[in-house]
């Protein structure tokens, strides 16, 4: 890995709230998602989309990677969301409901018309059934799309499913969108947890989502950035065996076969071991 951008807590706030939108930048979150969507009324959509703007091209956030959620496809809004966000030059368009390669390549031509710097590339929210299905079609469609967000809320709606522990209504849908990020090498964030109370419950999700290979998740209240920081940065026992392994594979070069702690290392487990401490040394850069 040449580069890695930590993205283990990316919080949703919606861009009607002033006060919410100051907050943010005191928030410790790696990324931040400028709502024009579910959580703006329809009335108050057109300011809200003009303070989005305005906080992306501040500077004022740091570190944090900003992306502004923009209406869907064909609401009333989302012509002139995606004209201004692509304006304002955030780190990325995050867009609902993305549902096949075609709406791929028609996003990101409506970004460079409207004059989308080339550092703002395109999120697109995987939220439905034909999402899922078309999700490798979808993930290798542009170069410009960097990131799958999952929308599991819409999902298990869509799938007449229920919100459950262990999230196994879902399971085979999550497995296939992870499939299809990394056979086209993006990146790919969890859905929400809805229960802001349920820390237990909350940290349990987080925990399943970095088993399964998610870069971090989506958040919907600032008290579950601590939660998702630290579930999806590498403990310290991880990043002492990834250099202790990785120093055993240099040690060992040339003798045949090579152990650490008793297990047999490949080359495998060396390029994993590599990422781990990519991912570590990206984190502790952030300060």
Same mark, same amino acid.
């Given at each position: ?122 999120? @697109?929210?995987? %939220?439905?059934? !034909? #999402?899922?299905?078309?999700? +490798?079609?979808? $993930?290798?469609?542009?170069? =410009?799309? &960097? ?85 999806? @940065?590498?403990? %310290?026992?991880? !990043? #002492?065996?990834?250099?202790? +392994?990785?120093? $055993?594979?240099?040690?060992? =070069?040339? &003798? ?32």
């Amino acid at each position: 890995m040449t580069e890695f951008t930590p993205l283990r807590s990316v919080l949703y706030m919606p861009s009607s709230n002033e006060r919410a939108l100051e907050k943010a930048k005191t928030i410790p979150c790696d990324g931040l998602i400028l709502d024009l969507e579910d959580a703006v009324a329809p009335d108050a959509k057109p300011a809200a989309r003009e303070a989005a703007c305005a906080a992306a091209a501040s500077g004022d956030y740091g570190r944090r990677t900003l992306t502004i959620r923009v209406n869907g496809i064909g609401t009333e809004w989302h012509d002139a969301d995606l004209a201004a966000a692509a304006q304002a030059g955030p780190h990325a368009v995050v867009v609902p409901k993305v549902n096949s390669a075609a709406e791929v390549a028609q996003l990101v031509d409506a970004l460079e018309r409207h004059g989308a710097p080339d550092h703002t590339t395109l999120w @697109a929210m995987i %939220e439905t059934p !034909v #999402a899922i299905l078309d999700a +490798l079609a979808i $993930a290798r469609a542009s170069e =410009r799309l &960097s990131t799958f967000v999952l929308g599991t809320n819409d999902l298990v709606k869509e799938l007449y499913a229920e919100h459950v522990p262990g999230r196994a209504p879902i399971l085979p849908s999550l497995h296939t969108a992870l499939l299809a990020a990394r056979a086209a090498g993006i990146a790919i964030l969890d859905g929400v947890y809805n229960d802001v109370k349920n820390t237990e419950g909350f940290l349990a999700e987080c925990q399943q989502g970095r088993e399964m290979g998610f870069d971090g998740k989506t958040l919907i209240h600032p008290g579950q950035v601590e939660g998702a920081n630290a579930a999806f @940065a590498p403990s %310290e026992q991880a !990043v #002492a065996d990834a250099e202790g +392994l990785i120093q $055993a594979w240099e040690d060992g =070069r040339g &003798s045949g076969v090579v152990t650490y702690n008793g297990r047999m290392v490949e080359n495998l487990h060396v390029e994993s071991a590599r990422r781990v401490l990519d991912i570590h040394r990206a984190i502790r850069d952030l300060g």
